[in-house]
């Protein structure tokens, strides 16, 4: 009888040890027609292995999976070969005596490698941080993931000059988007927008000097780190904590595909990810969202939602990033022209130029010389006794909130009497941006000392239509787990 309770508890305490892979010695190869060929990191909470990405197509990938999880769900943090997936049937991730850690796909062609060479014997380990270590039995590294990073910053790992995240395409599309988190050449630690012909920075909020956005552009160390606590810190001198901060939680920073930096936490008891913190509190400032000629609006419980101007339509109607195109002919001559006042309506970037003291009337003027001309932005200040025009020869960015001033789109004359005929639209513009602005949900939890089991829910509230007011903190929801 004792030894059978002693054999039971040998079996759960060691079963979990001898049935994971903890290295990948010179020679050896992981497979993807395997399941159970993954490598597991000694504290059980991160393993590598092939992920499946699609219908047949896997990337070897590193991903979470909290021990103590009922869910079977895995969180990536990072891949080798995300723009280029594998076949299911024959694809190796292989350690070869040369010392590169090459991967193969179908047998085949070599889509990955680290590109090391190493004479003396090497092996490939998954540390608990999460980095997938190539080193030689001593302990010296030649190559690590960490370096390499995809989307996710880990505690710990550095983010540098050499390395930058870049978001996924999609939800369910894990390859290279179009957001990247980088230190720009002004060693500045910037969010960029950026596909082949276009790039934009949208956070820190692109109207601010550096100096205004309180970036310190002098340290050109370019370094930035996150630790397991919640702080954040970059060498521009931008830090922030996170709501939970202090509590020693996994955690993860995370370049999300729709443009947005969240720093995450760990729920163990919701066996969820929690937002702690993000970069953008008004989701439509985030650039490219609704491409080129269209136009982003927040709706509660919803989200982001896009539009087109008017006179114009959706270019693939399964992907807003590719934008509108317009309806009408906008090449010949110019007084076949004439302009449309949308109000509460802004682009950003992409002006031709800024005229100051123009009248309207000069302004339009202006426009309608330029053939590249889509619309133009005009201000006046009435204390400043001076108008701005800003001709826009791209009309990216586009969002709905009070910018002060008009936005005038250039119609075809012909299409300005149907365009206006049509009552709809002026609705879907959005005339009136001074209803609900977005809500932003926030839920922090903190450990309550003495019982454990309080939940506190913060509340971030901002109108859309004030732009730089401070948020407006609305505290506090108490529920019980
Ligand atoms: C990994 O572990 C599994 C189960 O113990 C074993 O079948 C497999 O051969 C191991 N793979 C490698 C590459 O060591
Ligand atoms: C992911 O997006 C890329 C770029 O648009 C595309 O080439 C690829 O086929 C997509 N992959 C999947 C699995 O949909
Ligand atoms: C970007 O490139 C695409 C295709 O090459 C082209 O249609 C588009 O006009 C370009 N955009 C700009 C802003 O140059
Ligand atoms: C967290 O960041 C703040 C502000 O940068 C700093 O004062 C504090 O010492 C940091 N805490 C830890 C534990 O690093
Ligand atoms: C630059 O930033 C790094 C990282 O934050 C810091 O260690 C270093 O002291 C800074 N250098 C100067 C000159 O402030
Ligand atoms: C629309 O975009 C998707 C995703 O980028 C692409 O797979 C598809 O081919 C596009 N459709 C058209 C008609 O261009
Ligand atoms: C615009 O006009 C105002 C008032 O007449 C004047 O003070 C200002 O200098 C002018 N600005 C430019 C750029 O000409
Ligand atoms: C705009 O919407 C708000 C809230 O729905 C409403 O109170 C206000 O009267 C509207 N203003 C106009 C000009 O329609
Ligand atoms: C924990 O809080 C709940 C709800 O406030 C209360 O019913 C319970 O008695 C508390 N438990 C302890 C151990 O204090």
Redesign the pocket.
Known sequence: MGTLILFILFSVLFAPATSTNRTLSNGLSLSSEKPEDVLTSPNGVFSAGFYPVGDNAYCFAIWFASRTSRSQDRTVVWMANRDQPVNGRKSKLSLLRTGNLILTDAGKFTVWETNTVSISSLELRLSDAGNLVLRTLGGGSLWESFDFPTDTLLPQRFLTSDTKLVSSRSQTNYSSGFYKLLFDNDNVLCLLYDRANISSRYWPEPWLTPGQAQRFVYNSSRIAVLDSFGNFSSSDKFTFSSTDYGQLLHRRLTLDYDGNLRLYSWDEEGEMWVVSWQASQVPCIIHGVCGANGICSYVPDIGRKCSCLPGYKMINHTDWSQGCEPEFDLSFGKNKFDFWLLSYLDYYGFDYGSY??FTLAQCKELCLGLPECKAFQYTFSRE???SSCYPKTLLMNGHRHSFPGSFYLRVPKKNLLKLLSNANLAENIGLNCSSVGPLLLERVYLKNRVNGTVKFMLWLVQPNYIKWVKLSLIVSILTHL
């Open positions: 100051h003291n400043q006794g001076r």
